[in-house]
């Protein structure tokens, strides 16, 4: 099963034009595409790239997570991007996204993943503290 794997995803590359760029990690795709390079980007050949994408996922009978794609356009002179349609679904555009762990904002601070990151151990180190406030409270009421 392994070599069958590797093999179908091996060949994703090939599909897309030069100026896709493609990031495969697991059963992950991340596909990128350079608007200051491209001049010859447009809506439509964008959707063209990501119709290939959908009949390279029919072809290989891998179903593609649509509820898990997103647009995701990174800094500040990037044009407002028009609704990506894939397979006749809408990929809606965010201004972060979290990738293998780390939050990403458009704007490429990472003061969204610092505060995210201190909000979560805020929540635990409190979850902790209530735990030893309520177990001395339980330990004083016995003793009383």
Known sequence: MAPYCSYCINDLPDIFNEEVTLKLF???VKLYWNIAVASSYTSTSLAEQLNKLVKWSTD???PIAYSKCCV???GSKTPQSTPCIIDSGSM????EVVDLGVTLHKSLKFSYHVSAIC???????NLFLNV?????LHLCCLRS
């Not at 809606?92 to 201004?95: H, I, K, L, Y």
């Not at 030893?132 to 001395?136: E, G, V």
């Open 132 to 136: 030893f406030i309520l177990k001395t």
């Open 92 to 95: 809606p555009s965010v201004e």
């Open 26 to 28: 697991a059963d992950d």
């Open 119 to 125: 909000c979560k151990a805020h929540r635990r180190a």
């Open 72 to 74: 995701f356009n990174i």
């Open 60 to 62: 290989w009978q891998l």
